[in-house]
T-cell receptor, first 112, second 112 residues
């Protein structure tokens, strides 16, 4: 069974731009969570989607948003990029709630 | 919010020795725990999990121990190999929700 895939793997943007990241979960998984990882920090939870509904949201500004499609694929969008948004963005999928999360390889976003 | 902390940010061990990585968690109501391994440039990889109704679980060369009395989790790696060099994270899932909380990670270096 294929793992979690994320595209693109690398992105370079400038301040003020916006970006969309994509995540395809493991087949059959309905829950998708997004995390931001920066050097020296643990994984910071962004939000979680289940059956196209956002169930949980972390403490990030409204510039960070996401959505999930009927096939469970998910996208996250960051608008008006700031230098501090440079990070590794990780997507994790799980079969359902309270199940093991499996991570993708991440998207490395660099904001110049 | 929840906090999951690691006792040591870095750990160096000789190849062939056993490694022990520790993790403290704050929510006594957490009932599911996972250890992840993250190699450079990759997403976190599931290693082993344990539920609160157990105090020990073994996998291939790895053992997770859970001490609910002191809210402590540990990962033991037997006969540590160079390929085990990575950052290890613990994750905690409180029984009241479906959001995981992650520690900041311990960097394990295996000395050949």
């Amino acid at each position: 069974k294929a793992g979690v895939t994320q595209t693109p793997r690398y992105l370079i943007k400038t301040r003020g731009q916006q970006v969309t990241l994509s995540c395809s979960p493991i087949s059959g998984h309905r829950s998708v969570s997004w995390y931001q990882q920066t050097p020296g920090q643990g994984l910071q939870f962004l939000f979680e989607y289940f059956s196209e509904t956002q169930r949980n949201k972390g403490n990030f500004p409204g510039r960070f948003s996401g959505r999930q499609f009927s096939n469970s694929r998910s996208e996250m969008n960051v608008s008006t990029l700031e230098l501090g948004d440079s990070a590794l963005y990780l997507c994790a999928s799980s079969l359902s709630e309270r199940h093991t999360q499996y991570f993708g390889p991440g998207t490395r976003l660099t904001v110049l | 919010g929840e906090s999951v902390g690691l006792h040591l940010p870095t750990l160096s061990v000789q190849e062939g020795d056993n490694s022990i990585i520790n993790c403290a968690y704050s929510n006594s109501a957490s009932d599911y725990f996972i250890w992840y391994k993250q190699e450079s440039g990759k997403g976190p990889q599931f290693i082993i999990d344990i539920r609160s109704n157990m105090d020990k679980r073994q996998g291939q060369r790895v053992t997770v121990l859970l001490n609910k009395t002191v809210k402590h989790l540990s990962l033991q790696i037997a006969a540590t190999q160079p390929g085990d060099s990575a950052v290890y994270f613990c994750a905690e899932l409180p029984n009241t929700g479906n959001q995981f909380y992650f520690g900041t990670g311990t960097s394990l270096t295996v000395i050949p």
